[in-house]
């Protein structure tokens, strides 16, 4: 089977690799119908951070079919199209319970699991029963880019909305015009916001954002910016802020713009060293919470959305191609030049 393979920053590859087999008997095995690149997979290939080892293969946003369940498994079978969460999950742990699968005691970000990934022609699944969800559709819809967004980018866009307390009558700004960005606005008309005030530089993206409900857009950056919005919310700031972007700068813009007694929905995995200020997060009561979306929670409340067309986050793929096109997907996308990829197979 072919997979992608990332050697070293710049260097992804596709290429024939062993088949993906059962290997528990909590796993299945899932044939990729579609899979996605993820901002978070330009990382390493930017040569962020602690590298992966070389030879692990890439990608934790997929959807597909079931070939194989392993003996264990009791609510899945070959056939059933199914989407598949960024983390594994058991479902039955107390932190499952409480709709927070991303701290699972048994789970893992696939990032961390050993010669799978979603950017290829199969994967296996661990834990397969908690993690994969069936999707009531069928695997030729015309709403697969939709879904395929449910797994990752408009889960964690919900996320931000959720955790910064988004609701009707509210002010929500969003920093970050990239996928969770965007996804984000989506989440914050959906959940009531009066107000959703966009900041980004990227044309294309912003007027995707706008048809995706973004009342005001806000180019500025830094102080310029924070004034910016300022002057949009009557001088106050907003209730609600969604910040996916995940760097300092990003974070302090968003300290700054919430007002008084606001709440902060942080989504883009912190690439920085700092803690948010404290003085003015002190005094102005500010509650910061979010981190990695519990993507399978979600997929009872988003799915339906999705079916019945009130929400079409799927038009944040930009580009398209097969598996042999992954490489210049994750060009495109680190060239800004696409604003996320999906891969088809």
Not at 53 to 75: D, L
Not at 156 to 175: D, E, F, L, Q, S
Not at 252 to 270: D, E, L, M, S
């Amino acid at each position: 089977m072919r997979a992608t393979i990332m050697y070293g920053p710049g260097d992804v590859r596709v290429e024939h690799v062993p088949d993906s087999t059962i290997i528990e008997p909590t796993d299945a095995l899932v044939v990729v119908t579609h899979a996605a690149i993820c901002g978070s997979d330009l990382w390493p290939y930017r040569g962020y951070g602690q590298f992966r080892p070389a030879g692990n293969r890439m990608g934790h946003e997929f959807i597909g079919i079931v070939e194989a369940v392993g003996s264990e498994v009791r609510t899945l079978k070959r056939g059933d199209f199914v989407a598949a969460p960024f983390a594994v999950s058991d479902g039955t742990c107390p932190f499952c319970q409480e709709g927070l699968h991303t701290s699972c005691v048994q789970g893992k970000f696939w990032d961390n699991i050993d010669l799978e990934g979603g950017q290829a022609e199969a994967v296996r699944v661990p834990l397969a029963d908690g993690t994969l969800y069936r999707l009531p559709v069928r695997p030729d819809t015309a709403l697969l880019p939709s879904l395929l967004t449910l797994t990752d980018v408009m889960a964690t866009g919900h996320h931000a909305a959720v955790t910064a307390r988004v609701g009707p009558g509210k002010i929500a700004a969003v920093v970050g015009d990239g996928a969770v960005g965007l996804c984000g606005v989506i989440a914050a008309r959906r959940l009531g916001a009066e107000q959703v005030i966009l900041m980004g530089r990227q044309p294309k993206r912003l007027e995707l954002g706008k048809a995706f409900g973004a009342t005001d857009i806000v180019t500025e950056r830094g102080e310029e910016a924070i004034e910016k919005v300022r002057q949009l919310t009557g001088g106050y700031g907003a209730h609600a802020v969604l910040e996916c972007v995940g760097d300092e700068l990003a974070m302090q813009t968003a300290v700054n713009i919430a007002r008084p007694g606001g709440a902060i929905g942080r989504v883009g995995v912190p690439h920085y060293a700092g803690i948010p200020p404290l003085f003015p997060t002190f005094f102005k009561n500010l509650t910061i919470s979010g981190g990695p979306a519990p993507s399978r929670a979600y997929f009872d409340v988003l799915i339906p959305d999705v079916l019945e067309g009130r929400i079409e986050p799927g038009r944040v793929f930009d580009f398209v191609g097969g598996i042999e096109s992954v490489p210049e997907g994750y060009r495109a996308m680190d060239e800004r030049r696409a604003i996320k990829a999906m891969i088809e197979f």
